[in-house]
């Protein structure tokens, strides 16, 4: 059994809906059914969450839980095809390193931005952490309106909660890993 399974065993048992949980726990409906559903795991935060509107503990939600299988996700010259882009305009795109990403803990992308390029203001939920490290090329990354710049070695960490927005001040492209963490879904 997983974690999805467990839960949704748990909530029926108890003749319990997901908006009943997602209005005592704060957690979101969507998050609850993504558990139930395994497309993702959930974090120990929202485990807790969940954890204390239904009374339980951790060790009794984790009960029967089998033991995941050690999943391995690459990408090589083979399989980028497979690889996701986004694109925020002709000179800004991101590209996904991993396959199934919204089934993993982290959200390993290459963040391309060509001459005069930037992104748009992201801000994600609470919680959501960026860590940036500047392979090539010179990238000013603005949080709340600050500007960080890095070049090439450099990187930065931050929580992505607060509004962000990476623009290239260099005269050529810039290349940057971004690593999300966890997944912003």
Do not use: W
């Amino acid at each position: 059994m997983n974690i999805g399974e467990r839960l949704k065993n748990i909530r029926k048992n108890r003749d319990l809906t997901l908006d009943d949980i997602s209005k005592k726990s704060g957690v979101g409906k969507a998050t609850l059914s993504r558990i139930e559903n395994n497309i993702t795991a959930g974090t120990l935060r929202t485990h807790m969450k969940i954890c204390d509107t239904l009374g339980l503990t951790l060790k009794d939600l984790y009960e029967g839980i089998d033991l995941p299988k050690e999943e391995i996700s690459a990408l090589n010259e083979k399989t980028t095809k497979e690889a996701e882009i986004f694109s925020y305009d002709e000179k800004t795109k991101s590209i996904i390193l991993t396959k199934n990403a919204q089934k993993n803990n982290m959200l390993p992308q290459l963040l391309i931005v060509e001459a005069n390029g930037k992104t748009h203001i992201e801000q994600n939920m609470p919680g959501i952490e960026k860590f940036v490290y500047c392979i090539e090329g010179q990238i000013q990354i603005s949080i709340e309106d600050r500007p960080y710049k890095l070049k090439k070695g450099n990187s930065l960490y931050f929580k992505a909660s607060l509004p962000h927005r990476f623009i290239n001040i260099g005269k050529r492209t810039t290349k940057c890993l971004i690593v999300i963490s966890p997944v912003a879904l």
